[in-house]
Nanobody, 120 residues
Framework: QLQASGGGLVQAGGSLRLSCTAS????????MGWFRQAPGKEREFVSAMGRLGGSTYYADSVKGRFTISRDNAKNTVYLQMNSLKPEDTAVYYC???????????????WGQGTLVTVSS
């Protein structure tokens, strides 16, 4: 089970850090990803990280502004979001699976989503 938190309302240019905590003992065996879905749009890939944190991936739209990290001892993955823009407004979901599934956008395990609203 994945539990996402950290969303909220922030002004453009501000920062937020999302967290996603997993239950169970197998967290470190999964790649972790963040996805988002804006109102009226399809869900899209934001970022992903390999099991041990050595590999990171970002959508072009967030590269240089967002940073993914994980703490396997805490079963938690983070998404640090800086220089936020109104177009970053969306529900953000964390997800887990083997790397190929996360990068394909089809992970098996999803969190419940946390809303990020960026005002202009």
């Amino acid at each position: 089970q994945l539990q996402a938190s950290g969303g909220g309302l922030v002004q453009a240019g501000g920062s937020l850090r999302l967290s996603c905590t997993a239950s169970g003992r197998t967290f470190s065996t999964y790649a972790m990803g963040w996805f988002r879905q804006a109102p009226g749009k399809e869900r899209e890939f934001v970022s992903a990280m390999g099991r041990l944190g050595g590999s990171t991936y970002y959508a072009d739209s967030v590269k240089g502004r967002f940073t993914i990290s994980r703490d396997n001892a805490k079963n938690t993955v983070y998404l640090q979001m800086n220089s936020l823009k109104p177009e970053d407004t969306a529900v953000y979901y964390c997800a887990a699976d083997i790397p190929v599934q996360v990068l394909a956008g089809t992970p098996r395990y999803w969190g419940q989503g946390t809303l990020v609203t960026v005002s202009s």
